[in-house]
């Protein structure tokens, strides 16, 4: 019966980490720009990550960058860098760092921050008058950010 409890209690608790992921504002970022702890505090999926990779309504990570080795990709970028081998050149911890802020890695970069929702300028009601106002939700969720990463580290 203890045993029953206790496996059960840590099954909750699994469930609950991975239901309330770190709010983006509450991302911890290290000195380089690296986001050690896990948003979800479950490991991302490799397969989905590549579907919000190559997605153009998802991370359209394509539009930027190309890897060599997945002749799969319909129309890849070559504005940022190649990612064949990241998987090797770069942790996980860093590789979580540059999607949820790429900023915090390479100052001035045109990657989009996909983990953050404040902090922005907002000039289009100068020009059009639709700016949104209120909250933004993040381009890609928790959980999407985590699948991507896993995605990437398999590129060695």
Sequence with gaps: MRLTTLTLAASLA?????ANP??????????????????TGAPGNPEQGF????????????????IEARTDLSFPGNVGPMLDGVGEN????ELRGILTNSKN????TVMPAYYKVDGFTRPGDDY????????LSPLLSAEQIEDVVAFLSTLK
């Design 105 to 108: 890695t390479f100052e001035g």
């Design 22 to 39: 770190v709010a983006p504002a509450d991302v911890v970022f290290t000195d380089d720009g690296a986001v050690e702890a896990s948003l």
């Design 90 to 93: 770069r942790s996980v911890a």
């Design 51 to 66: 579907k919000v990779f190559s997605d153009k309504k998802q991370g359209n990570c394509v539009a930027c960058h190309n």
């Design 14 to 18: 699994a469930g609950a980490a991975f």
């Design 128 to 135: 059009t008058g639709k700016a949104p106002s209120g909250p």
